[in-house]
C-alpha cells in the first residue's frame, strides 16, 4: 500500500463545498489503492451534500481496496451526529485524532464518540 493522504476540512460541508471539493476528492480516491484521511474537528456543519461528498469517497475507496478514515472529536460533533442520525455511522471509519487515525492499532469509532 502507498502513503497515506491526510486532508484537513474546515467550515461548512455544504453545497459550495462539495463542488469546490468534489475533483480533488475523485482524484484522492481513483488511483491505486487509496489511503484517505480525511480530518474534519474543524467541520462546524455539515449537510446532505458535505454527506454526499464522504460516501462517494467511502463508495470509491471501497471499490479499489483501499481505507478511509474521518477524525472528528468534541468539537466536531455535528459529523457524528448526522452520520449517527442517518444510520451511516457505522459505514465509517472515525477516530477521535490523527495519531489514533494513523494507528493500524488506535481506536475506532467506538472510541471516538464514547
Known amino acids: 500500500m502507498g ?3 491526510v486532508i484537513e476540512l ?3 460541508l455544504d453545497i459550495l463545498a462539495k463542488v469546490n471539493l468534489a475533483d480533488r476528492m ?3 480516491t481513483s488511483v491505486g489503492s487509496p489511503d484517505l484521511v480525511v480530518d474534519l474537528r474543524q467541520v462546524t456543519f455539515v449537510d446532505c451534500s458535505g454527506l454526499s461528498l ?3 469517497a467511502r463508495l470509491r475507496i471501497l471499490a479499489r481496496e483501499g481505507r478511509l478514515r ?3 472529536d468534541g468539537d466536531s460533533a455535528c459529523v457524528v451526529r448526522v452520520l449517527r442520525l442517518t444510520g451511516l455511522l457505522e ?3 472515525v ?3 490523527l495519531l489514533s487515525a494513523l494507528d493500524p492499532l488506535g481506536t475506532t469509532s467506538d472510541d471516538a464518540i464514547a
Open 10 to 12: 474546515c467550515g461548512e
Open 91 to 93: 459505514s465509517f471509519e
Open 3 to 5: 502513503a497515506t493522504t
Open 54 to 56: 464522504l460516501c462517494r
Open 26 to 28: 475523485d482524484v484522492l
Open 95 to 97: 477516530h477521535p485524532d
Open 70 to 72: 474521518l477524525i472528528s
